[in-house]
Structures are given as C-alpha cells and as structure tokens.
Nanobody, 128 residues
Framework: QVRLIESGGGLVQQGSSLRLSCAAS????????LGWFRQAAGKKREFVAT????????YYAIAVKGRFTISRDNSKNTVWLQMDSLRPEDTASYYC?????????????????????WGQGTQVTVSS
C-alpha cells in the first residue's frame, strides 16, 4: 500500500477557497487512481471526486460539481483538491485514497471499497 499524507485543511468562511494536497510515498504513483472522500461528524463517509492515473478522467459528487476540482502531478506524486465557493455543509474531514491498478488502466471509482490506501485525513471547517 502507498502512504498518503493530506494537508491544507483549515477553518474558513463561507464562500472562501481551500486547496487540499495529498502526497504519496511511492514512485508507482502513476499506477494509482486517486479519490477524495469526506466524512462529517455523525455521518457516513462520502465520495467527493476521483481522477484516473493520467489526470484525463475525473468525476465529482453532485454536491461539489462546479465548485471543486481534482488534479494531479505524477512527477510530484501529488494530488490536489481545489475547493471554491465553500459552504458550511462542506465541513468534514477530507481523506485521500489510492487504488493501484495495472499500468495504463483507466480506472476511477466513487466507491470507497475500491481503494486500499488511505490518508489520515485533514479537517475542513466552513463557518457561515
């Protein structure tokens, strides 16, 4: 499993932006599809966004589509989640996840069971 370390969370006001980063420990980063999930207090973990190995395919949860952008740089072993127009309902712990697949396989998933590596999470709090 790849080690993932998230950063960039914080306390912001409604309408603000944050950029979350997730750095991976392995040079096999380009053989991993990546996802961002979040979990609010007392709620189940939910899908936010996913990106394939090359960054050419992305999918978003309806709740964040048009406001959040997932991207990656394989040369830096890093994936980002740009979050704009933040709302109080975006408050949650955000987790980066990775799934290793065959080289070149075009894989993305909105299901957390698809991912075998997880970061420790970073807290995002949006005040109204």
């Amino acid at each position: 499993q790849v080690r993932l370390i998230e950063s960039g969370g914080g306390l912001v006001q409604q309408g603000s932006s944050l950029r979350l980063s997730c750095a991976a420990s392995e040079d096999t980063f380009r053989e991993h599809s990546l996802g961002w999930f979040r979990q609010a207090a007392g709620k189940k973990r939910e899908f936010v966004a996913t990106i394939n190995w090359s960054g050419t395919t992305t999918y978003y949860a309806i709740a964040v589509k048009g406001r959040f952008t997932i991207s990656r740089d394989n040369s830096k072993n890093t994936v980002w989640l740009q979050m704009d127009s933040l709302r109080p309902e975006d408050t949650a712990s955000y987790y980066c996840a990775a799934h290793r697949h065959a080289f070149g396989e075009d894989f993305t998933s909105a299901y957390d069971q698809s991912y075998e590596s997880w970061g420790q999470g970073t807290q995002v709090t949006v005040s109204s």
